[in-house]
């Protein structure tokens, strides 16, 4: 059978247009041959909805969408996730949903069995899962559809979360193909797994599997798309690209190709530019301004910005203190140069003073310590803040994850933002994808890449002066954050007990600046945000 795969971008509650979007794709698969088009899960609502699913006319709208495709399609049947009413007595108000669409045909419907509701999921909030799942009849065809979480078998699951198989129970009942819709957001190390689990799939459901993944950034979630069908014997029959709309139709009985891998840092970069400018473009921005320090974390994040919004419509901002050196300040205007957008410079220096002038009877006799280093922050905030008020910019924080980690940055200060870009890449990886970024040429400047960083808000001041260095810091956080790892087991990994202990005490003291930063954009398997949830007023130690 000839498949069409609609790798296709959704907006969230964006209704008409994400109809819109998929009868355009279907069209044009059609034409290209398929016999049988494919859309993502949930493609009609965009993936995840969350609460937009109990607005009182979400899901009837949702249901005149169905009606008004349905009208529309001809005789290849085309399958969209979306969300339906649950019509059972007792369980969830919805389901996550597929329905099978062809003209003048009585519709086929199917229902997502496994919800997963653990890391960034929380699908067992809204839905209701199948108690059992049957076969489409395609063209004659047996066909099995199922949505995302339920062809992750518990070889490639965290953990042993369910009983059921829906993928199995389908070939136990005879199909001639698995198709799946999908939307699986990206982490580092995601595409691998995935092709992995599929190709594994396929050869135990001795049938042809073909894989439909979103590609998308929604909030804080990439979807990364590289769609993908798998022979019966495992072997890759089609892989679609990563992090960019794509439509083919592939044949199911067609030759086998090998499996493109892609650079990390590749990867990495495609996802943050997806990222940027869905975040932006989806909240009805066009434009986005970044405070420009001459370090490395502010050029990387004018380099994406710049990348997923074009360099006009990227303002840099650099604004010297009587800390900043002249390095800084030419460094911010190389970056800016060499990127090609505009820089305006904007001196702290005079505000600082009068700020410090004016709090001088309450902090009479006190000596100067971090509250004037926060004050410093926080000016640049009002700054950048009141240029994105006037010029209608979105600001993008610059933070990375190293930082944020142990609060080594100012609430209300340089976390001022509508967006933290760099806020999942450790502080290594900043370092590992600036230079991926200037294999070619001198993108970011290699003076901001080499010297020492330093938040420059006092004489002399360089970030291991509070941090551990970066290469022992990120692995003790990763150990501690992504694995969850306790403090003793850390330690007998070779770690030293004081860093590890400091670097544990701040990473749940700042547990509170975290919960109030602008949203970050994962790509690792543990960011700070949807999957993670740890209180604020808590006294577990360890």
């Given at each position: 059978?000839?498949?069409?795969i609609?790798?296709?971008?959704?907006?969230?509650?964006?209704?008409?247009?994400?109809?819109?979007?998929?009868?355009?794709?279907?069209?044009?698969?059609?034409?290209?041959?398929?016999?049988?088009?494919?859309?993502?899960?949930?493609?009609?609502?965009?993936?995840?909805?969350?609460?937009?699913?109990?607005?009182?006319?979400?899901?009837?709208?949702?249901?005149?969408?169905?009606?008004?495709?349905?009208?529309?399609?001809?005789?290849?049947?085309?399958?969209?996730?979306?969300v339906?009413?649950?019509?059972?007595s007792?369980?969830?108000?919805?389901?996550?949903?597929?329905?099978?669409?062809?003209?003048?045909?009585?519709?086929?419907?199917?229902?997502?069995?496994?919800?997963?509701?653990?890391?960034?999921?929380?699908?067992?909030?809204?839905?209701?899962?199948?108690?059992?799942?049957?076969?489409?009849?395609?063209?004659?065809?047996?066909?099995?559809?199922?949505?995302?979480e339920?062809?992750?078998?518990?070889?490639?699951?965290?953990?042993?979360?369910?009983?059921?198989?829906p993928?199995?129970?389908?070939?136990?009942?005879?199909?001639?193909?698995?198709?799946?819709?999908?939307?699986?957001?990206?982490?580092?190390?995601?595409?691998?797994?995935?092709?992995?689990?599929l190709?594994?799939?396929?050869?135990?459901?001795?049938?042809?599997?073909?894989?439909?993944?979103?590609?998308?950034?929604?909030?804080?979630?990439?979807?990364?798309?590289?769609?993908?069908?798998?022979?019966?014997?495992?072997?890759?029959?089609?892989?679609?690209?990563?992090?960019?709309?794509?439509?083919?139709?592939?044949?199911?009985?067609?030759?086998?190709?090998?499996?493109?891998?892609?650079?990390?840092?590749?990867?990495?970069?495609?996802?943050?530019?997806?990222?940027?400018r869905?975040?932006?473009?989806?909240?009805?921005?066009?434009?986005?301004?970044?405070?420009?320090?001459?370090?490395?974390?502010?050029?990387?994040?004018?380099?994406?910005?710049?990348?997923?919004?074009?360099?006009?419509?990227?303002?840099?901002?650099?604004?010297?203190?009587?800390?900043?050196?002249?390095?800084?300040?030419?460094?911010?205007?190389?970056?800016?140069?060499?990127?090609?957008?505009?820089?305006?410079?904007?001196?702290?220096?005079?505000?600082?003073?009068?700020?410090?002038?004016?709090?001088?009877?309450?902090?009479?006799?006190?000596?100067?310590?971090?509250?004037?280093?926060?004050?410093?922050?926080?000016?640049?905030g009002?700054?950048?803040?009141?240029?994105?008020?006037?010029?209608?910019?979105?600001?993008?924080?610059?933070?990375?994850?190293?930082?944020?980690?142990?609060?080594?940055?100012?609430?209300?200060?340089?976390?001022?933002?509508?967006?933290?870009?760099?806020?999942?890449?450790?502080?290594?990886?900043?370092?590992?994808?600036?230079?991926?970024?200037?294999?070619?040429?001198?993108?970011?400047?290699?003076?901001?890449?080499?010297?020492a960083?330093?938040?420059?808000?006092?004489?002399?001041?360089?970030?291991?002066?509070?941090?551990?260095?970066?290469?022992?810091?990120?692995?003790?956080?990763?150990?501690?954050?992504?694995?969850?790892?306790?403090?003793?087991?850390?330690?007998?990994?070779?770690?030293?007990?004081?860093?590890?202990?400091?670097?544990?005490?701040?990473?749940?003291?700042?547990?509170?600046?975290?919960?109030?930063a602008?949203?970050?954009?994962?790509?690792?398997?543990?960011?700070?945000?949807?999957?993670?949830?740890i209180?604020?007023?808590?006294?577990?130690?360890?």
């Open positions: 059978m000839k498949v069409g609609a790798q296709i971008n959704h907006v969230v509650g964006d209704l008409e247009g994400n109809a819109k979007a998929i009868l355009n794709a279907y069209t044009k698969l059609v034409a290209q041959g398929a016999e049988l088009v494919l859309t993502p899960e949930l493609s009609l609502t965009g993936y995840p909805p969350r609460d937009l699913i109990f607005k009182s006319n979400f899901v009837p709208s949702t249901l005149e969408f169905i009606d008004y495709i349905h009208a529309r399609v001809g005789d290849t049947p085309l399958l969209i996730g979306y339906d009413y649950h019509t059972g007792v369980g969830k108000p919805f389901q996550n949903a597929a329905v099978m669409l062809e003209k003048g045909k009585v519709r086929q419907k199917t229902v997502k069995c496994l919800l997963p509701t653990y890391d960034v999921f929380d699908e067992a909030r809204y839905f209701q899962p199948a108690e059992a799942v049957k076969p489409m009849v395609v063209g004659g065809q047996r066909i099995g559809v199922t949505l995302c339920d062809v992750w078998s518990e070889d490639f699951l965290p953990s042993n979360l369910y009983v059921k198989d993928a199995g129970s389908l070939a136990e009942q005879g199909i001639d193909l698995l198709v799946n819709l999908s939307a699986s957001p990206f982490h580092t190390g995601k595409v691998e797994q995935r092709q992995k689990m190709s594994f799939l396929a050869k135990r459901i001795g049938c042809p599997v073909v894989y439909c993944n979103a590609v998308a950034g929604n909030d804080q979630l990439i979807f990364d798309g590289n769609s993908i069908a798998h022979g019966a014997n495992g072997d890759v029959l089609l892989q679609c690209p990563g992090f960019e709309e794509n439509l083919s139709v592939v044949d199911t009985d067609g030759a086998s190709v090998a499996f493109k891998q892609i650079n990390p840092m590749q990867e990495i970069y495609a996802a943050l530019v997806l990222g940027v869905d975040y932006l473009h989806k909240c009805g921005f066009k434009s986005a301004v970044v405070g420009l320090s001459g370090g490395i974390d502010s050029a990387l994040t004018a380099v994406l910005a710049s990348d997923a919004l074009g360099a006009e419509n990227v303002l840099g901002v650099t604004m010297p203190s009587e800390f900043s050196s002249s390095g800084s300040i030419a460094d911010s205007v190389a970056l800016a140069e060499n990127i090609g957008i505009d820089c305006e410079q904007v001196a702290i220096t005079e505000v600082f003073s009068q700020l410090k002038g004016a709090l001088s009877g309450v902090f009479e006799g006190l000596p100067g310590d971090v509250t004037e280093e926060n004050m410093q922050a926080r000016i640049r009002l700054l950048l803040m009141s240029i994105s008020n006037k010029l209608g910019h979105m600001l993008l924080t610059t933070g990375n994850k190293s930082e944020l980690a142990v609060g080594y940055c100012t609430i209300y200060g340089d976390m001022c933002g509508g967006l933290a870009v760099i806020s999942d890449l450790p502080k290594t990886i900043v370092y590992e994808l600036s230079r991926w970024i200037n294999r070619e040429s001198e993108v970011i400047p290699w003076n901001t890449i080499e010297k960083p330093s938040a420059e808000l006092r004489n002399d001041q360089k970030d291991q002066d509070t941090l551990p260095e970066y290469e022992v810091l990120d692995r003790i956080l990763e150990l501690y954050v992504e694995q969850s790892l306790g403090i003793d087991e850390i330690i007998d990994l070779g770690h030293e007990q004081d860093v590890v202990h400091w670097v544990a005490k701040q990473v749940d003291l700042n547990e509170w600046k975290r919960g109030q602008a949203p970050g954009i994962r790509v690792t398997s543990k960011a700070f945000g949807l999957g993670r949830r209180p604020v007023a808590q006294r577990f130690k360890g």
